[in-house]
Nanobody
């Protein structure tokens, strides 16, 4: 089993910054990609950013230039630095990892951006 615990969400004004963290524990052998998705009220869950074990990143167009994903393999933690936040970034943010061919998900952390 793999456990993921997100932290760092909260309320911030437009233009502000937040840093999300996701600590991964348990049977971590075989974990490759790590990433963040988000789900706004009434909308489908969408990809925000991913990062491979080799550090290759992929960002959604909506966050390019504003969000940065990174990982610390020694700490089994993935981060999402979010700058220049907009009200439309308001959502529950979920961390996930790919272990072999199975995705594991965290419980989510709320990010609210006020205008």
């Amino acid at each position: 089993q793999v456990q993921l615990v997100e932290s760092g969400g909260g309320l911030v004004q437009a233009g502000g910054s937040l840093r999300l963290s996701c600590a991964v524990s348990g049977d971590i052998v075989g974990i490759n990609a790590m990433g963040w998705h988000r789900q706004a009220p009434g909308k489908q869950r969408e990809l925000v950013a991913t990062i491979t074990s080799g550090g290759i990143t992929n960002d959604a167009d909506s966050v390019k230039g504003r969000f940065t994903i990174s990982r610390d393999n020694a700490k089994n933690t993935v981060y999402l630095q979010m700058n220049s936040l907009k009200p439309e970034d308001t959502a529950v943010y979920y961390c996930n990892v790919l272990k072999w061919s199975y995705y594991y998900w965290g419980q989510g952390t709320q990010v609210t951006v006020s205008s």
